[in-house]
């Protein structure tokens, strides 16, 4: 079809050519190829050291990371870990989304709430364990404690931030209009906060899957973390490298998911070009 002299196409469907694909898919070629060599040397250097207690085969390790998944007791210890994580983050989530609001809303409340945030979250996160085993005993309780300590700081921080980032002449401009104070936190504080708290949620989750692994060596006797533990003391290194990337690959998944939800939610951060990773 011709319009004003010239040919307008009607084929809509646009064929993609192979550098179309690689262009589209060059970051995953370029993680599949590190991964490889990773795991080439990892081959080389255990048959050189022939030191299973140090290095165990790559075959053995392969062996051992795809029985797990399909091993009830560890699933089960898996699932158990991942229950309390979420429990841990939503509790975190309560406290420190409203707190960070507030925080960061108020000068009043950043001044007299800053310094206390401040000197708790400096705290070694291990240094929290005996306390938190005399609070709560053993079970649950310390490693819920653990996870949503290790988790609050970062949303209240981020959600800080996110609220110190909004334009003043929001708030000018809804108080001119007279908007009160709830309608304001819910029409301007909350939306315009909105991407650096959902920042803060991923941040927040990786912290408190990280704890989780380290409070389960010693706070519990059950969960993912217990199972390394077990692993290390039977010197099955084997099994405790594969726990070991069963850890890292569930904590990415996690924070992929959280990830696509954030896509979801502030769609328009990415419309114009790439945000995150």
């Known amino acids: 079809m011709e319009r004003n002299g010239s040919a307008i196409s009607t084929d809509r469907t646009a064929k993609l050519t192979l550098g179309d694909i690689y262009d589209k898919y060059r970051g995953n070629f370029y993680t599949l190829v590190i991964v490889s060599i990773l795991l080439i040397a990892w ?9 299973t207690l140090l290095l165990p085969y790559f075959q053995e390790t392969a062996k051992e990371f795809f029985t ?13 870990t991942l229950r ?24 009043t409340a950043l001044q007299s709430i800053s310094p206390i945030i ?10 929290w364990v005996p306390l938190s ?26 959600t800080i931030a996110g609220v110190h980032g909004i334009d003043p002449n929001y708030y000018n401009a809804a108080r001119s ?10 029409d301007i504080v909350v939306p315009g906060a909105l991407p650096s708290i959902l920042t803060g949620c991923r941040l927040a989750m990786g912290f408190g899957w990280m704890s989780v692994i380290c409070a389960e060596f010693i706070a519990t006797s059950a969960g993912f973390g217990f199972l390394m533990v077990e692993a290390q003391v039977r010197l099955e290194t084997a099994q405790l490298y594969a726990l070991m990337i069963m850890s890292g690959l569930v904590g990415f998944v996690i924070d992929k998911g959280f990830l696509t939800v954030e896509k979801k939610i502030t769609s328009w951060r990415y419309k114009d070009g790439f945000v995150g990773s």
């Open 133 to 158: 085993i005399i609070w709560f005993g053993l079970g649950d309780g310390p490693t819920v404690f653990l996870i949503a300590m290790s988790a609050v700081f970062p949303l209240v921080i981020n």
């Open 177 to 186: 209009m007279g908007a009160s104070l709830p309608n304001i936190i819910r």
């Open 43 to 51: 081959y080389i250097a255990a048959n050189r050291i022939q030191n």
């Open 84 to 107: 309390r994580v979420f429990t841990g983050f939503i509790y975190a989530f309560i406290i420190g989304i409203p707190l960070g609001l507030l925080m960061g809303y108020s000068q």
């Open 118 to 127: 401040n000197s708790v979250r400096q705290v070694p996160i291990m240094a």
């Open 68 to 80: 797990a998944w399909v091993d009830p007791e560890i699933m089960s210890n898996l699932a158990l």
